[in-house]
T-cell receptor
Framework: NAGVTQTPKFQVLKTGQSMTLQCAQD?????MSWYRQDPGMGLRLIHY???????DQGEVPNGYNVSRSTTEDFPLRLLSAAPSQTSVYFC????????????FGPGTRLTVL | AQSVTQLDSQVPVFEEAPVELRCNYS??????LFWYVQYPNQGLQLLLK??????LVKGINGFEAEFNKSQTSFHLRKPSVHISDTAEYFC?????????????FGKGTRLSVIA
């Protein structure tokens, strides 16, 4: 099993550009989520999904879109990048959201100029 | 709503010394509690979790944590640290029987082990 994979590892964008961060898991997990990590802020939840076709907002959803058309994939879209979105983004998956171990991807480091 | 407070943002400690990383949570309902570790330039991985039963939970790499309901705490301890324990540690909480409400993470404690 590859676990949770994220692409790209690094990305530099200009303000106003759009892009999609990819996340895939091969563990047949129903629950997937996106976090951003900023110094001194810990991990903050952007969006999450409890299964294909179902998504919900987390703590900091503004400026991001998600969709979940398959169990395996959960892409995160930045519609119009802003410098405030400079961060490290982590995707995670688990069997459920409550008591199961979350498995994290290696992260995508995004810089918006 | 739940919240997690990690009382120390940075903890320096000498190699082979004991360490305690403190975590307090706030919730009006019963919770599950977790500690995750993040090594430099990596994603997070589970260290240990408390679901029910014994309040002393043992995890990987010699770490343990104790759930104290009256003090709403879940402090992480290790009796003797190694250089390889240098990492950032995150406490997290989720609500029991919540229908998949997401984890809430603390802001992290950076543990630096000094040779």
């Amino acid at each position: 099993n590859a676990g949770v994979t994220q692409t790209p590892k690094f990305q530099v964008l200009k303000t106003g550009q759009s892009m999609t961060l990819q996340c895939a898991q091969d563990m047949n997990h129903e629950y997937m989520s996106w976090y951003r990590q900023d110094p001194g802020m810990g991990l903050r939840l952007i969006h999450y999904s409890v299964g294909a076709g179902i998504t919900d907002q987390g703590e900091v959803p503004n400026g991001y879109n998600v969709s979940r058309s398959t169990t395996e994939d959960f892409p995160l879209r930045l519609l119009s990048a802003a410098p405030s979105q400079t961060s490290v983004y982590f995707c995670a998956s688990s069997v459920s959201g409550e008591l199961d171990t979350q498995y994290f991807g290696p992260g995508t480091r995004l810089t918006v100029l | 709503a739940q919240s997690v407070t990690q009382l120390d943002s940075q903890v320096p400690v000498f190699e082979e010394a004991p360490v305690e990383l403190r975590c307090n949570y706030s919730s009006s309902v019963s919770v599950y509690l977790f500690w995750y570790v993040q090594y430099p330039n990596q994603g997070l991985q589970l260290l240990l979790k408390y679901l029910s039963g014994s309040t002393l939970v043992k995890g990987i790499n010699g770490f343990e944590a104790e759930f104290n309901k009256s003090q709403t705490s879940f402090h992480l301890r290790k009796p003797s640290v190694h250089i390889s324990d240098t990492a950032e540690y995150f406490c997290a909480v989720s609500v029991r029987n919540s229908g998949n409400t997401p984890l809430v993470f603390g802001k992290g404690t950076r543990l630096s082990v000094i040779a």
